[in-house]
Structure formats: C-alpha cells, structure tokens
C-alpha cells in the first residue's frame, strides 16, 4: 500500500476519534451502552489471567465470540483471522487453517484450550498445531494475545497466543434440558458441517455434552491471473478437503462457596486432509508435484481440574488447579516429483507415523497483597513422549542407470520433551490512574532420544535453562482515553523435529543433520498503543517491535550426502518484525455498524538482508458495514479486504514471479431470526466469499502456491431450545 494510502487510514482514525472527543456524551441504558462498545468491552482472562474488559487490559488483545462464527459461517475460529488488524492465517481447506500473529507463525505461536497448551513438540518449525483438534464447532469465544506472553505460558508463546474457550458449565436450574442445533452446508467442496450440544443439570452437577461433523470435498479455485500465473479455467486443488469429527463431555459440580470441580473429555478424528496443490502442469514448465497428506489424525484429550474465586486461604483467594492427559496419532505421507532435467527426474516418498503422548498440569494461584495489588503465581509441567514410524523411497532417473533407495530408519528417533516452569506477576495500581503488571518466569526443558528400532546413532540429549520477564503499564488519560506500553522477553525452546531430525528433507532435495545442542530463540518486544471509547466510536492503534534472537535456521554445511547438499540446524542470528495495528469503528443509533482496520508489518533478517523472512502480507485494510433494523431480527453485512503488494519474501522456483502482487477480496452476509416461541429459537444466516470470483492465494500459501476458493456460498441454520 502507498504511503498516501497509509496517511488516508491514519487521517481516518484520527479524524473518527476527534469526533468522538467532541461529541457530548449521550444518554442511554446500561445495557445498551455496553452492547454498542462491545469491540473495547469484551472479558478477557488471557493475557493477565484475571478477569478484565479488552479497554483495560495493558496488552494488545482481541476475543471473538461465538456471535460473530454464527454471522460469518468460517469452518474456524481461525479463518476470522484474515479479517482482523494484526491477525492472519496459513494453510488451505476447512480443517488447516493455522494462526499467524504479527508475522509470526507455527511453532513461534502458543496455541491453548481453556488455558492448557495444545502445542505440539513433534511438528515442524512453520506448522503449529491444528485449532482443529479443539472441536470443529463447540466453543464459546477465542482470546488471542499479540505478542509474547511468555511468562505466563512458557514456551512457543513468542510472537502471541491463542486460547480457545470452551462454553461454561451449564447454569440451567436443575432438570432443566437445554441445547442447540446447527446445520452448514458450504458450496465451496460441497462442504456439510451437522452439529449440535445438549446441556442439563442434576443438582449441583451440570452436564454438557457437544458433537460435530464435518464432510467437504476438495475444492475448485477460479479461473485468472496471480502474478505470471494465469488459470485458463477453474482447477481443483487436490487435497483441500477434510473428513473429520469431534465429540466432547463435561462435567462440573458445582462446591457452593468453595468452588468447582470440573472434567472434560474430547475426541477429535480427521481423514483426508492435505496441504493443498493445483496440477504443476498448469503452473509452467519444470515446476515439482508437492503432496503432502494426513490420511488420519486421532486425538484424544482429558482434563480434571478445580478452580475458585472466593477461597479465604493465607496462599490464595482465587485458585485453579488442572491436569490433562493427551494423546495425538497421525499419519503423514510426502510425495515428491521433481523433473532434474531432460529426462531425469526425482521421484521420492515418503511415510511417517507418529505417537504422541502427553501429561501436563497447571497450578495457579492468586491473591491481593496490598490495596491495589494482586499477586498471580504458580507452576506448570508437561511431558511428550514421542513414538515414530519411517519408511521412504527414492528413485533417481536421467543421471546414468537408475537407482532405487529405500530407508525405513525413523527421522526422528523416539524422544521424549519434558518442560517445567515457576512463574509469578504482580498486577499493581500505584496511581488511580495507572495499571502496571510485573511477571517473571523461569523454565527448564529436556529434549533427549530413547533407543529406536533401525536407529544405530547414540543417544543424545539437549536442555535449555531460560528467564523471561515482561512490564506492562495502562495509563488512563480520560475517563475514555486509554494509553498502553509493553516490554518483555519471550522464548521458545527447540522442538524435537528442529533437534533430532536426520534424512532426506520433505521436498528430497536436501539432507538435514540432527543438532541437538541448540540453544532456544528469545525475544524482545515493544508495544505503544492508545485506545479510546465514548457512547458509540471506539478506536484502538499500536506499534510494535519484536526482536528474534538466536533464530533457528537450516544452514548449509559445505558437506554432502547421497549426492544432496548437507543442512543443519543452527541459532544464527537476529530477526525484526516491525508493525502498525490500527483499528477504528461507529455503532450507530439507527443500527448501523461500521468499522475499518489498517494493518502494516515489515519482517527483515537483520543478521542477512539479502535473505528476507516476509511470508505475510505487508499491509492490510479491512472495511465492515453491517445493517441491523428492526431490534436484531434481520442483519446484513459486507467486508472489504484489500492486501498490499509484498516484495520482501522469497520466492524461490515459484512461478508467480519475484513478488506476491496486490489483491482486494469481497464477501457478503445477511441473517434472519425466524421465531422465538415456547423457549425454541430459530434462525438462518447466508454468506458469499470472494464475490468477484477472484483467482488469489493469500501471501502464507503463496511461495508454494495454493490458491483460494472461487466464488463460494454457504447457508446455515441454527435452532435452540
């Protein structure tokens, strides 16, 4: 975007807020006030784990709640990401979407569920977990943190969270049944989501039971041109569909004063799901074929836990205890082809099934310590104990006789990944207008092989010893007018993939060297923001720094093996990501709701700036109008996203060309409720995505290119009683 474009969203912003400023306050009730400042209003636990709305929280943060999924019909929480200033995701298909914060993606993001980590040591660097597995429909809104927390949740949180809540224990009177219904059909792969949740109580104990499905087939992008690619017609991206199903149960049981005991089990299975690929041959001459398959997941969780608000203890008024046990299954196929030449090519498979276990557990307490103190301290562990499966196969034509190599030695030996933390933050008012949360952390993590069937390498074993800290501050310069400074150091410690990897790289043109004695990568990062909310504007903005430190990267090691050049993973330096979030909004009396966001991120290697790590978009305008007549019962709403032109990013043998270029996508909603009699509720809601019918693969999917669906409808219908 042109900086005449940037001073026009500035100017806007400003202008938005200088309204608001000088506007009298207007006389409304209560609830109304809250409904129409709701954007800066929202409850948050995440980022100071204590309860307290977005407006006043010393940290950049966003929640979405379960309103806005029933309006935009995503297939995840995280689809919604795109939409928002700061926010993006990677990966295709209903079931991959991954979160991205601020430029910074896979495991450099902490993906939670109700606070507990769903990271996984065994995924590689770019590919964090899947929100997936949390459930596919069944949740009750998502906090998203931008920027390091972790002090509060250790490691992989260095560029920010994401914590997905689950609904609460059912608060109906006893005997009561209660629960809702939900169908979505989605034309893009003829998607078809059935789900429902039925919730009781018994007394003291309530009962929440939730299940989904979800059926869609790979979808088709539209026909045009991306770049130097150009579609003569619409074409199927391969693997961008998804058989999956989630189940869960909880339980709560409710102590009176003395709070909660509370379990939670849920299943999680998916088949079919892949990275996505359009037909190389459509894409030019000499490009490789790239399939990279899930043919199953199964994932398994269950959590006991006891939580209360309102202990009289010495330790703690405010206490939650939780342990979980997890267990992650999957099978994942690579096949490459890679054409070498006149008639020499690559072709490579390869087949990994991995076992997953994990124990973990959280201890959390709190208490106030002075008038306006309160003191947040406690300790958290997990184990991974990792089982792997291997088998490949290379064949090498063109250079010579044939050659045919087979390897069933896992990559990755049976490992195991055993972190544990003590942590403690401060959350202190020394002036009635001032805000100040002081946090500390120190964690210790093991990373080391167990024997291997087929692996004759010694065992070998890593650790990592780590302090991070962060000071956080809120300064209320009016009642309306708030003014927010972060610093604090965040880090992640090396996974098992990054440290005992040793073969052939995905793409079989590479042979990586394990390098279990890497050190973790730390961060620095700096937030300045201000936010502002009066009757019905509202507007935040904040800029942020964040220094990667000791950043692990493959590099080159001037050895071969096999005839491929040898990498090995090394901490080699220093990454920055500098950014501008800016977001402003109107609810208007007559039901009108508008808003606008103006994202900016600039990512260099500053140890190598001839080798840029921009694999996000560089600039981002969202616009949103919605319309709600007649108290709510009839909605309609249309977004305008454009993205800007990114040059800083490698490309390599992509065939879009040595940028990714500029592209602007539309989508449209409407909603009716239709009745609400006799405690039975229901309405309908319509979306279409990409109405231009656009052909363009957003910037995380676009070096290995995966475009986006075509012009797509979904419906849905929503019933409760």
Do not use: C
Not at 143 to 164: F, H, M, Q, W
Request: a positive charge.
């Amino acid at each position: 975007m042109s900086r005449p474009a940037v001073r026009t969203v500035l100017t806007l912003l400003v202008s938005v807020a200088s309204t608001a400023i000088a506007q009298r306050p207007v006389q409304q009730s209560a609830d109304s006030a809250a409904a129409r400042s709701r954007p800066l209003a929202a409850v948050t636990i995440t980022a100071t784990r204590s309860q307290r709305s977005t407006f006043d929280t010393p940290q950049a943060i966003t929640v979405l709640d379960s309103s806005v999924l029933r309006a935009k019909l995503p297939h995840g929480a995280v689809d919604l990401f795109r939409d928002i200033a700061g926010l993006d995701a990677s990966g295709v298909g209903p079931s991959q979407r991954r979160p991205e914060i601020r430029g910074m993606r896979g495991q450099r993001i902490l993906l939670l569920e109700d606070g507990l980590r769903l990271n996984n040591s065994r995924r590689q660097q770019d590919f964090g977990e899947l929100p997936a597995v949390a459930g596919i429909s069944d949740l009750d809104r998502v906090e998203v943190v931008r920027g390091p927390s972790s002090v509060l949740y250790g490691t992989d949180a260095i560029g920010g969270v994401v914590n997905i809540i689950s609904p609460p224990t059912p608060s109906t009177p006893s005997g009561e049944v209660h629960g809702d219904a939900t169908y979505r059909y989605g034309s893009a792969g003829s998607a078809s989501t059935p789900n429902g949740a039925i919730m009781t109580r018994f007394g003291n104990l309530g009962v929440r039971a939730s299940a989904a499905y979800r059926d869609a087939n790979a979808y088709r992008a539209a026909k045009g041109s991306f770049g130097d690619i150009t579609l003569a017609d619409e074409e199927e991206v391969f693997d961008s569909g998804i058989r999956d199903q989630s189940y869960s149960l909880m339980l709560g049981y409710d102590l009176q004063n003395r709070g909660e005991v509370f379990s939670r089990a849920e299943w999680y299975k998916a088949g079919q799901a892949g990275f996505g690929f359009i037909d190389p041959a459509k894409l030019g001459q000499g490009q490789p074929r790239v399939q990279i398959l899930y043919p199953d997941q199964d994932y398994s969780r269950y959590t006991v836990g006891y939580r209360a608000s309102a202990l009289s203890t010495f330790f703690a008024t405010r206490a939650e205890v939780s342990t979980y046990l997890q267990r992650n299954e999957r099978h994942l196929n690579n096949y490459v082809l890679v054409p070498a030449g006149p008639g020499a090519t690559i072709d490579s498979k390869s087949y990994n099934f991995t076992d997953l276990a994990t124990v973990g557990g959280r201890i959390e307490l709190a208490r106030p310590i002075l008038s306006r103190a309160v003191l947040t301290y406690g300790v958290d562990a997990f184990r991974d104990r990792s089982n792997n499966t291997d088998s490949s196969r290379t064949i090498i034509t063109g250079f010579g006789p044939p050659t045919n190599t087979a390897n069933s030695t896992p990559a990755v030996p049976n490992a195991t990944f055993r972190s544990a933390g003590a942590f403690t933050q401060l959350e202190l008012e020394p002036l009635s207008r001032l805000t100040t949360v002081l946090g500390l952390r120190g964690q210790d993590i093991v990373a080391e092989t167990r024997p291997t069937p087929g692996v004759t390498r010694p065992l070998i074993k890593g650790t990592n010893r780590t302090l991070v800290w962060n000071a956080n501050a809120l300064y209320r310069l009016t009642q309306d007018l708030n003014v927010i400074g972060t610093i604090g150091r965040g880090f992640r410690s090396p996974n098992l993939v990054e440290r005992f990897f040793e073969g052939n790289a995905t793409e079989a043109n590479s042979f990586q060297r394990a390098n279990p004695d890497l050190g973790p990568e730390t961060s620095l990062n700096t937030d300045l923001g201000l936010r502002f909310r009066r009757n019905v504007y509202y507007a935040e903005g904040f800029v942020f720094r964040n220094d990667v430190h000791d950043a692990i990267k493959g590099v080159a090691t001037g050895g071969t093996v096999n005839g491929r050049p040898e990498f090995q993973n090394h901490n080699i330096g220093r990454l920055r990501v500098d950014g501008m979030e800016l977001t402003t909004g109107v609810h208007a009396l007559s039901g009108v709701d508008a808003s606008a966001s103006f994202t900016r991120v600039d990512g260099k290697n500053i140890s190598d700036p001839n080798n840029p790590i921009g694999d996000s978009y560089s600039s981002k305008l969202v616009g949103d109008i919605a319309y709600s007549p007649w108290n709510g019962r009839l909605s309609v709403g249309y977004t305008l996203r454009y993205q800007g032109e990114q040059k800083e990013v490698i490309v390599g043998t992509n065939p879009i060309g040595d940028k990714l270029p500029a592209f602007a996508v539309h989508s449209a909603r409407a909603s009716v409720r239709l009745f609400d009699r006799r405690g039975l509720s229901n309405s309908l809601a319509l979306t279409v995505d990409n109405i231009g019918d656009k052909l363009y693969a957003e910037f995380p999917n676009a070096s290995f290119f995966r475009p986006e669906p075509g012009r797509s409808v979904s419906l849905a219908i929503f019933t409760s009683f």
